[in-house]
């Protein structure tokens, strides 16, 4: 197996715990926190789909999925374009609100766009620096397992979360 389909798989099962987590919710249970100020099943899956989308964008040099495709306009959040909930506040969190079909069809829009990208790089691009804000400097490939691991994080979040509604 090849680093870029180790990659796919890992983005692959970040698509299926997504799915899993709201499917056949509502958008007012997707809203709803299971304690004051905690986050949203919408709020998890919405800043996880940005995060990635965001950096794979950056690696990429591309424009992100969020603006070039329209689903800032989809959602319609009282928040910059930029937003991607990373330090947001519990109150603005809450105000992301949206349908499961609108969550899904944003995170199917990224997972494509970034399984597109790690088909184009080969194993030695794995070291090229990506971000040198950092001490050490990102390389693309500590940036893109640091997506997986945030993502995985949020998606397994949002389902612990869609367990405590049923419950």
């Known amino acids: 197996m090849r680093t870029d389909e180790l990659l796919a798989a890992a983005f692959d099962n970040i698509a299926g ?4 987590a709201v499917d056949g919710l509502t958008a007012d249970q997707l809203a709803q926190a ?3 100020g905690a986050n949203t099943i919408a709020w998890l899956v919405w800043h996880l789909t940005r995060i990635q989308d965001d950096h794979v ?3 990429a040099g591309s424009e992100q999925v969020w603006t070039a495709d329209g689903w800032a306009r989809r959602f319609d959040l009282p928040f910059d374009d ?3 909930g990373y330090g947001m506040a519990a109150e603005d969190a809450a105000k ?3 349908d499961a079909e609108l969550l ?12 597109e990208y790690l088909a184009t790089f080969s194993d030695a691009d794995l070291d090229r620096v990506v971000d040198t804000d950092w001490d050490p400097p990102v390389t693309l490939g500590v940036r893109l397992v640091s997506v997986v691991t945030d993502d995985l994080q949020h998606a397994g979040q949002a389902a612990y979360v869609r ?3 049923a419950g």
């Open 163 to 165: 367990g405590l509604l």
């Open 96 to 98: 992301v609100r949206a």
């Open 34 to 36: 299971p304690a004051p």
């Open 17 to 20: 715990v997504v799915d899993s």
């Open 104 to 115: 899904t069809g944003y995170h199917h829009a990224v997972h494509a766009r970034t399984k």
């Open 82 to 84: 930029a937003e991607h």
């Open 57 to 59: 964008a950056d690696v």
